[in-house]
C-alpha cells in the first residue's frame, strides 16, 4: 500500500454501493469518511465520549442503520483522542459486526505507541491489540498498519494489509485500477525496517514520551490540565469554558496572535467539538515555549 491512508480510503469502492452506510468513529481520522464518500456510500457517526472512554456504543447504532451497513472502521489507538481499545471491546466489535455481516476495518498505525506499561518485560514491547487477536480467522477483518509512524518512513508512503482473503483480494482489484507498485528501493526499506533490530521502534516512542510528559506538565502549570495520553503522538485537550463550543476560532485566533498552529475538535468530527488536537511533533523546547505563548493567548482572550 501506499500508505495505510490509501487503502483505507480506497477499501469502500470494493465494499460499498451507492447509498450503503460505513459506520466511522466521531471523532476520527477524515480520509476514513472521505473513502466512503467517494464510493457513493453514507456516515453514520458513532460519538466518541469521555464517560465511554472513547470507544463507540455498538447498542446505540439503529437497526434501521445496521440494515443498510455494510462495514466498521475502529483505529486503536486512536487518532484524535489517544484511547487504546482493550481487546474485550475488539471482541464485541468482531461479535457485532459477524452478526450483522458487516466489513471490520482497523486503521492501526499507532499500535506501536504505547506509553503505559510500554515494559512487559525486558526487551519486551507493549503493544495495543489487534484485531486479529479478536479474530483470529479473519472472518470479517481486515488490518491496516503504515511504516510512517513506528519507522518514521513518512515520506515514502508504504504501509500493507493483513486480513480476511476476499477483502485483500476486493482491495487488490480496486488498486489495479487506481496506482501502482512502490518502487522496489522503497519496498526494500520496509522489509530492512520490519526485519531489522527494533529498538529504533523503542527510542522513537521514548522520544514521544519525554514530549508527552513535558508538554502536558507544562499545560498543567498554566491552569490547563489534561489527560495524560497513554498513547499515539498527540494530546487531545478539553477546551477552557469561554471557547468550548468554537474549537475553530480558538486555533485560528491562536495561529494569529502567536503562531502556534493546533487542530481544532470538530475537524475531525461533531463529537470532537470542545477539543483541541496538540501535534507532539517538535523538540521538548519547542513545545515549552509554545505553551508559554498559549498561556499569553489565554490571557488574553
Known amino acids: ?67 443498510q451497513a455494510k462495514m466498521m472502521v475502529l483505529s486503536y489507538p486512536h ?8 481487546l474485550s471491546f475488539l471482541e464485541e466489535a468482531v461479535a457485532f459486526c459477524q452478526k450483522y455481516n458487516l466489513v471490520l476495518v482497523h486503521d492501526a498505525p499507532y ?6 506499561s510500554f515494559y512487559e518485560a525486558p526487551g519486551k514491547q507493549a503493544l495495543a491489540p489487534s484485531i486479529f487477536q479478536a479474530d483470529p480467522e479473519k472472518t470479517v477483518s481486515i488490518e491496516f498498519f503504515t511504516m510512517s509512524k513506528s519507522y518514521s518512513m513518512g515520506g515514502f508512503r508504504v504501509g500493507y494489509a493483513i486480513g480476511n482473503a476476499q477483502l485483500i483480494q ?14 522496489r528501493g522503497i519496498f526494500n526499506g520496509a ?8 529498538e529504533v521502534v523503542r527510542e522513537t516512542v521514548d522520544i514521544f514520551r519525554q514530549r508527552r510528559d513535558i508538554f502536558v506538565g507544562a499545560l498543567e502549570k498554566i491552569g490547563w490540565p489534561v489527560p495524560i495520553p497513554s498513547a499515539t503522538m498527540y494530546v487531545w485537550a478539553k477546551l477552557p469554558e469561554l471557547w468550548a463550543n468554537d474549537s475553530v476560532g480558538f486555533c485560528v485566533g491562536l495561529v494569529e496572535s502567536t503562531g502556534v498552529a493546533v487542530a481544532p475538535g470538530a475537524g475531525f468530527g461533531k463529537a470532537g467539538e470542545g477539543y483541541v488536537r496538540f501535534a507532539l511533533v517538535h523538540k521538548p523546547e519547542v513545545l515549552s515555549r509554545a505553551v508559554e505563548k498559549i498561556s499569553v493567548f489565554l490571557l488574553g482572550s
Open 111 to 116: 499500535v506501536d505507541f504505547v506509553f503505559d
Open 1 to 67: 500500500l501506499i500508505g495505510s491512508q490509501e487503502g483505507t480510503a480506497h477499501l469502500p469502492l470494493a465494499v460499498l454501493n451507492p447509498g450503503d452506510f460505513a459506520l466511522l468513529q466521531d471523532p476520527g481520522y477524515p480520509s476514513h469518511s472521505g473513502g466512503v464518500y467517494l464510493a457513493g456510500g453514507q456516515v453514520y457517526p458513532m460519538p466518541l465520549l469521555a464517560e465511554n472512554k472513547f470507544l463507540p456504543v455498538l447498542a446505540d447504532i439503529p437497526q434501521s442503520v445496521l440494515a
Open 170 to 183: 476486493a482491495l487488490r482489484q480496486v488498486k489495479a485500477c487506481i496506482d501502482f507498485n512502490q518502487y
Open 79 to 86: 487518532n484524535p483522542t489517544t484511547a487504546i481499545a482493550p
Open 191 to 198: 522489509i530492512a525496517a520490519l526485519t531489522g533490530p527494533q
